[in-house]
């Protein structure tokens, strides 16, 4: 079992460790939205159902926690990197929910800005992914995830432009 702190409420909030039981996910976009420390400050319906855990707990949980910890570090390392860089980052995700079933996603992650042009925080969009490529998702995540690089970047991730100031609040 993992265990991590709501910041909010200051509660712990635990993660059953990853059982053997996956899914790729299929409906609607869940949206989460963190501050500029990747807590999350808003999530959806659907990533609250999702994730298994109550709007309370997942409001002011660590974005990392909703990640599978088979992901590669570098994949993350390159998202955060770019995202800081003001840049918009795109990739195919193994998340994880509180009973420890994980489920693959497409996910965008985009910095948001306040008028400043500062960056404030972060938006995630998950959505339905074509599992056409699943297998080979896998195989060169755990590659990655062996080589145990930080500087590795995957043909599966990488930055996306989506048009000036996409995501300004």
């Keep these: ?28 976009p869940m949206i989460v939205e963190t501050d500029a420390q990747r807590i999350i400050t808003y ?7 999702t994730s298994a855990y109550s709007k309370e707990d997942v409001i002011g949980s660590p974005h990392c926690m909703h990640i599978h910890p088979d992901m590669p570090a570098a994949i993350f ?12 980052w795109h990739g195919f995700i193994q998340n994880i929910n509180k009973d420890g079933i994980s489920y693959w996603t497409e996910m965008i992650i985009q910095p948001k800005v306040n008028e400043m042009g500062k960056i404030i925080g972060y938006m995630a969009t998950r959505r339905e992914m074509d599992g056409s490529k ?18 590795v970047r ?9 048009g000036e100031s996409a995501c300004a609040f």
């Design 154 to 162: 995957s043909q599966f991730c990488g930055e996306v432009y989506m």
């Design 43 to 49: 999530a959806n319906r659907r990533f609250v159902e």
């Design 1 to 28: 079992m993992s265990t991590y702190v709501n910041s909010k409420t200051g509660e712990p909030l635990e993660r059953q460790e990853p059982r053997n039981e996956e899914y790729t996910y299929t409906g609607k």
């Design 134 to 151: 699943l297998d080979e998702i896998k195989a060169e995540y755990a590659a990655l995830k062996a080589e145990g690089s930080s500087t």
């Design 77 to 88: 390392e390159d998202a955060c990197t770019m995202n800081d860089e003001g840049k918009t």
